[in-house]
C-alpha cells in the first residue's frame, strides 16, 4: 500500500482556522467561494458546530448537497444539527457576515440535481420528471403558526425560503434519523422551509401521523411510494387515500403486507382494501404497481379497472390470484402494455388449463420479464405454456426458481427458450432428481448429482448455440 498523500496548502490552512471555531466564523466573511466545499465537509466530519451553522449562514451557492457527508464514516447527527440550525439561526451581532445564496438543500443519494459549479439561477430547473411539470407554488398564507408569528415580527424580512429535497423514510422500523431531523425542523423553523419528496416509504405507521407528515409535502413532487402497512393505512375512507389521489405525478406504486386490522365500517377487509385502490384511478402516469396482498383474491378485475392502461410493471406476489383474475388480467386493456409480469408465490397448479397460456399469448408483444416463482409449477404444467411463452420474443428474463421441475423439463424449456433473441438470463430450480427424501419428509440435496446434470445442461446450450444467456439454478 502507498503512503497517503501529504495535506495541501488548503487543507493545512482549514486545519488551522478550526482551531478555534470563533475566528473561523469571523473569518468566513473573507473567504473565497472554492474553499467552502472543502471547508464545509472536514467541519461537518470533525462536528464543528458553530462552524457549520456559520457555513450555512454564508453558503455562497445557491445549492448545498449533504448527501456525500451523510454516506461518509464516522457519527454525523451532531453536524447534522448544526447544518439544520444554520438554517434559521441569527449570526451574532458581533460577526460581520455575507449574504447566503443558499435556496436548495438536497439530502438524496440518487440526486438529480446539479453540482456546485452549474448552479442554474432557477431551482425550478433541477426537477422535470415530466414534460409538462411545474414545480408547486408554496406561499406564505400557508406557512405554520409559528412561522407567521415570526414574519409578524418581521425577523425573516431579508431572508428567502429555502426548498429542501429529500427522500423520507418513515416508520417504527426503517424511521432513519435523517427523516425525523428534517421533518422536526421544517414542523418547527421559523424560515419557510419548503419539503419536497421524490421517493416515500412508509412502514406500518398510524393513519394520523402519516396525514400529518404529508400536510408537509407538496403531494404531486412524489414520483415513487412504498407502503408496509399492518394497521389499516391502506383504507379506501381515510385521508390517506385522498392524499394518494393527489400524487398525480406518481409512477411507481408498492403495497406490500397488506394485512389490516381495518377500521369499523368498512365492512370486509377485500372491500377497505378496493376502496383504498379506486383512487388510483386519478394516477395517469403510473408506470409500475407492486401488490402484496391476498385479500385483492378474486378481485382482480376491479383493481385493473383503476389503472392506467398503459402499465409497464404489474408485481402481484403473495395474492392467492384465482384462474378468474388471471383471466380477467389476460383480457385487461393493461395486458398489451406489460413489459414486467410477476405472479410470484401464486399457486398456479390450480388455475385451470389455458388461461395462463391465454395471458401469455396477449403479453407476448411486449413482455421483457416474466417471474414464476414459488407457484407449483410441474412439467406437466411447464410443458403447456411452453409453446406460447416461445412467442414472447422481447423477453430477456425469465424466473421459474422453487418449482417442482425435473431436468427433463429443464431440457424441454432450454429448446423452446433458444428461438427466443432478447432472452439474457433464466432462474430455474434445481432439478427433482437431485433431492432425496429423508425420514421426516425433509429435503436433502445431493451435490455430486446436481454437477452431473449442470454438466449437461451445459453441452444442451453449447448445441443449441445459448452460450450467452446465463442460466441459475436455486435450491428449494
Known amino acids: 500500500m502507498g503512503s497517503p498523500a501529504p495535506p495541501t496548502l488548503v487543507d493545512l490552512a482549514i486545519q488551522s482556522l478550526l482551531r478555534d471555531e470563533a475566528t473561523a466564523v469571523r473569518a468566513l466573511a473573507e473567504l473565497p467561494d472554492n474553499v467552502f466545499p472543502h471547508l464545509l465537509t472536514v467541519a461537518f466530519r470533525g462536528e464543528y458546530r458553530r462552524v457549520l451553522r456559520g457555513i450555512v449562514q454564508a453558503w455562497p451557492f445557491r445549492q448545498l448537497r449533504l448527501a456525500p457527508l451523510l454516506a461518509g464514516?464516522?457519527?454525523?447527527?451532531?453536524?447534522?444539527?448544526?447544518?439544520?440550525?444554520?438554517?434559521?439561526?441569527?449570526?451574532?451581532?458581533?460577526?460581520?457576515?455575507?449574504?447566503?445564496?443558499?435556496?436548495?438543500?438536497?439530502?438524496?443519494?440518487?440526486?438529480?440535481?446539479?453540482?456546485?459549479?452549474?448552479?442554474?439561477?432557477?431551482?425550478?430547473?433541477?426537477?422535470?420528471?415530466?414534460?409538462?411539470?411545474?414545480?408547486?407554488?408554496?406561499?406564505?398564507?400557508?406557512?405554520?403558526?409559528?412561522?407567521?408569528?415570526?414574519?409578524?415580527?418581521?425577523?425573516?424580512?431579508?431572508?428567502?425560503?429555502?426548498?429542501?429535497?429529500?427522500?423520507l423514510s418513515l416508520g417504527s422500523v426503517r424511521m432513519q434519523e435523517l427523516s425525523y431531523c428534517v421533518l422536526r425542523k421544517v414542523q418547527k423553523s421559523c424560515r419557510p422551509l419548503h419539503l419536497f419528496c421524490r421517493k416515500l416509504y412508509i412502514e406500518n405507521m398510524s393513519v394520523n401521523r402519516t396525514v400529518e407528515i404529508l400536510n408537509l409535502l407538496p403531494l404531486e413532487f412524489i414520483q415513487?411510494?412504498?407502503?408496509?402497512?399492518?394497521?389499516?393505512?391502506?383504507?379506501?375512507?381515510?385521508?390517506?387515500?385522498?392524499?394518494?389521489?393527489?400524487?398525480?405525478?406518481?409512477?411507481?406504486?408498492?403495497?406490500?403486507?397488506v394485512l389490516g386490522p381495518w377500521p369499523s365500517g368498512n365492512g370486509s377487509s377485500s372491500h377497505a382494501l378496493i376502496s383504498f385502490l379506486s383512487h388510483l384511478t386519478k394516477l395517469e402516469h403510473l408506470q409500475m404497481l407492486h401488490l402484496s396482498s391476498d385479500h385483492i383474491s378474486g378481485h382482480l378485475h376491479q383493481l385493473l379497472s383503476y389503472l392506467p392502461s398503459s402499465l409497464e410493471t404489474l408485481e402481484l406476489p403473495f395474492c392467492a390470484l384465482l384462474d378468474t383474475d388471471i383471466h380477467c388480467l389476460s383480457k385487461s386493456p393493461q395486458a398489451a402494455y406489460l413489459k414486467k409480469l410477476d405472479l410470484s408465490q401464486n399457486n398456479l397448479s390450480y388455475v385451470l388449463p389455458g388461461v395462463l397460456?391465454?395471458?401469455?399469448?396477449e403479453v407476448s408483444g411486449t413482455l421483457e420479464q416474466l417471474v414464476l416463482s414459488h407457484c407449483k409449477v410441474t412439467d406437466v404444467y411447464l410443458m403447456a405454456f411452453l409453446p406460447t411463452l416461445s412467442c414472447c420474443f422481447h423477453l430477456q428474463s425469465l424466473s421459474l426458481s422453487n418449482n417442482l421441475i425435473s431436468s427433463s423439463g429443464l431440457i424441454n424449456l432450454m429448446q423452446f427458450m433458444a428461438g427466443l433473441p432478447e432472452l439474457k438470463h433464466v432462474v430455474c430450480p434445481v432439478p427433482l432428481e437431485c433431492y432425496s427424501y429423508l425420514p421426516g419428509s425433509q429435503l436433502c440435496y445431493i451435490k455430486p448429482q446436481f454437477i452431473k446434470v449442470e454438466a449437461m445442461f451445459r453441452k444442451k446450450l453449447q448445441a443449441l448455440r445459448q452460450e450467452h444467456v446465463k442460466w441459475t439454478f436455486t435450491l428449494r
Open 357 to 361: 397460456e391465454a395471458l401469455l399469448r
Open 224 to 257: 415513487e411510494l412504498e407502503v408496509c402497512d399492518r394497521w389499516g393505512l391502506l383504507s379506501g375512507r381515510n385521508v390517506f387515500a385522498r392524499q394518494v389521489e393527489q400524487m398525480k405525478n406518481l409512477c411507481h406504486l408498492k403495497l406490500s403486507s
Open 73 to 167: 464514516p464516522g457519527p454525523w447527527l451532531g453536524s447534522l444539527w448544526a447544518v439544520l440550525h444554520g438554517l434559521d439561526a441569527r449570526p451574532a451581532r458581533s460577526v460581520r457576515t455575507r449574504k447566503s445564496k443558499l435556496k436548495v438543500v438536497d439530502f438524496r443519494q440518487d440526486s438529480e440535481l446539479i453540482q456546485f459549479h452549474e448552479c442554474s439561477e432557477d431551482a425550478t430547473e433541477f426537477v422535470l420528471p415530466f414534460a409538462t411539470w411545474v414545480e408547486p407554488e408554496v406561499t406564505v398564507h400557508g406557512t405554520k403558526p409559528r412561522q407567521r408569528r415570526c414574519l409578524k415580527k418581521g425577523t425573516w424580512q431579508a431572508w428567502e425560503s429555502v426548498d429542501i429535497y429529500i427522500n
